[in-house]
């Protein structure tokens, strides 16, 4: 682990780069024809020219990478968040250079980044999500057949969606039909899948995120809770820690699911399990197989590097 290639760009690879050296490791940056300038790539130790200014042929592009992993000779590769690093697929090329992967197994990148995998890996740990569908759904009859059993409002998600792109919320029978269709196009042209489910809508839960820190031994640590409720179109747009009005009985169940729910995916790394919050109940909404934009925030609320 002399070595690090950030195999990213921006605030994050900057992060990265600084902690690295303060390792006392050499930093490699990588960058696109636009980021010649870029903070990044000033700060590295070296850095790699891997292609043209549009992310499908640059960071986006998992060969090229690679090729710089091998002639640099990294040591390790560290994703930061956004381009590859939630892709199972690069972290498998990674582990086949003999540089060590800085984030989880490929086998849990692909089982969370499933919503429903990732559900049915959460209830057999003992952690459950909103009542809804374990597997993708077939057409409008089985999201009625759902709504005859609970009752409107219900969301139709795209199961390897996220953001709010792909969901679409049905509050009566009119609009089955057309939430459908809509969320089946949207799932297909934003994640080239068109596998949706259908779960309860909860109309006001809060948004409570769990931050993990889990090792190659098995141990797994919940360092706190981030309150993300305040959303634009399901985009967050505040990070509160601790979150306001949290009970600590209530932490002590946030850190117990969130903790499962890592050890059920053997995961290892930082990464975030997301909860709804609905009165005082929890229910499993998903996990980023990654570092988060938002774990400054816990750094800066626990003092945790």
């Not at 002399?2 to 303060?22: D, K, T």
């Not at 409002?153 to 039909?177: S, W």
């Amino acid at each position: 682990m002399e070595s690090v290639l950030v195999a990213n760009r921006g605030e994050i690879a900057v992060r990265v780069i600084r902690a690295a050296r303060e390792l006392g490791m050499r930093t490699i940056a990588v960058y696109s024809e636009i980021d010649r300038d870029a903070p990044h790539v000033s700060l590295a130790d070296e850095a790699w020219n891997i292609g043209p200014a549009p992310a499908a042929d640059s960071y986006l592009n998992i060969e090229r990478p690679v090729e710089v992993i091998r002639e640099s000779r990294a040591a390790s590769v560290h994703p930061g968040y956004g381009f590859l690093a939630e892709n199972a697929s690069f972290a498998r090329a990674v582990a086949e250079t003999g540089a060590v992967w800085i984030g989880p197994p490929p086998s849990a990148i692909a089982v969370m980044g499933d919503k429903i995998a990732s559900r049915k890996a959460a209830a057999d740990a003992g952690v459950h999500g909103v009542p809804g569908t374990l597997d993708p759904i077939e057409g409008v009859h089985d999201v009625k057949e759902f709504t005859d059993q609970h009752g409107f409002p219900v969301a139709i998600k795209a199961a390897h969606g996220g953001g709010g792109k792909g969901l679409k919320v049905v509050r009566n029978e009119e609009e089955i039909q057309s939430g459908f269709e809509s969320a089946q196009r949207e799932a297909d042209a934003y994640f080239r899948n068109p596998a949706v489910y259908v779960e309860r809508y909860l109309d006001r839960p809060r948004h409570i995120e769990a931050q993990i820190i889990a090792d190659e031994h098995g141990n797994v640590m919940f360092i706190g809770e981030r309150d993300c409720s305040l959303q634009r179109r399901h985009q967050k747009l505040v990070e509160e820690a601790p979150a306001h009005e949290f009970s600590q009985e209530l932490r002590n169940r946030l850190a117990e699911a969130s903790v499962a729910v890592a050890k059920a995916a053997d995961y290892v790394s930082a990464g975030t399990v997301e909860f709804l919050l609905d009165g005082d109940q929890l229910f499993f909404l998903e996990m980023n197989t990654r570092i988060q934009v938002e774990h400054t925030v816990t750094e800066m609320v626990t003092g945790i590097d």
